[in-house]
């Protein structure tokens, strides 16, 4: 069985690094792409960026250039995402989802993880 | 534009048909997905490249394509089917991940 498992919720004031991480079971880790979604409170879902776990790839969206960090240890199974001075405005649920990337059927979410709420706050 | 648009809401009574519709230039070439979050849950797959439909997911949801719109389609809508619905694609080129804002369908 595919699972994602994310790290617990965060409480964190501006200023503060954050990191949160997402481990992968039941399929070859090495061998799908990771990615990152942010949901804001009420809001849709915005795609953050992919790590690639065998060789360390990485893609970011343009909106989230240089605003976070997204790496992965292949040793432990994980991916992470992580800031180094969170602000309120990064206040959301943050979803990783494995990433298929097919010939014939094109690329999308198949996994979900269970969300990481993060809250920032003075 | 590699934008994606949606309604921002569909209502329908138990046992009608909603069809959320999701518009975008790339779709003539770019496939598109569905995506299923109930509230308080974590976005589930329900429809991928155009038409087919994962494992387990019920018969009802049917996914079409047109041009620049892509449909998808509930039939006899269900209680349970009360979540917010968001389709998937990639911008023209493929490089990068699109969702488009989502739809909010209410089962009456």
């Known amino acids: 069985e595919v699972r994602l498992v994310q790290s617990a919720a965060e409480v964190k004031k501006p200023g503060e690094s954050l990191r949160i991480s997402c481990e992968g079971s039941?399929?070859?880790?090495?061998?799908?792409?990771i990615a990152w979604v942010r949901q804001m409170p009420g809001k849709g879902l915005e795609w953050m960026g992919l790590?690639?776990?065998?060789?360390?790839?990485?893609r970011y969206s343009p909106s989230f250039q240089g605003q976070v960090t997204i790496s992965a240890d292949k040793s432990i199974r994980t991916a992470y995402l992580q800031w180094s001075s969170v602000k309120a405005s990064d206040t959301a649920i943050y979803y990783c989802?494995?990433?298929?990337?097919?010939?014939?059927?094109?690329?999308?979410?198949?996994?979900w993880g269970q969300g990481t709420q993060v809250s920032v706050s003075s | 534009s590699d934008e994606l648009t949606q309604p921002p809401s569909v209502s329908v009574s138990p046992g009608q048909t909603a069809r959320i519709t999701c518009s975008g230039d790339a779709l003539p070439k770019q496939y598109a997905y569905w995506y299923q979050q109930r509230p308080g849950q974590a976005p589930a797959l329900i429809i991928y490249k155009d038409t087919e439909r994962p494992a387990g997911i019920p018969e009802r949801f049917s996914g079409s394509s047109s041009g620049t719109i892509v449909t998808l389609t509930i039939s006899g809508v269900q209680a349970v089917d009360e979540a917010d619905y968001y389709c998937q694609s990639a911008d023209s080129s493929g490089s990068y991940v699109v969702f488009a804002g989502g739809t909010r369908l209410t089962v009456l």
């Open positions: 989802a494995r990433f298929s990337v097919t010939t014939d059927s094109g690329s999308f979410f198949d996994y």
């Open positions: 039941g399929y070859t880790f090495t061998i799908y792409w």
């Open positions: 790590v690639y776990p065998g060789d360390s790839d990485i």
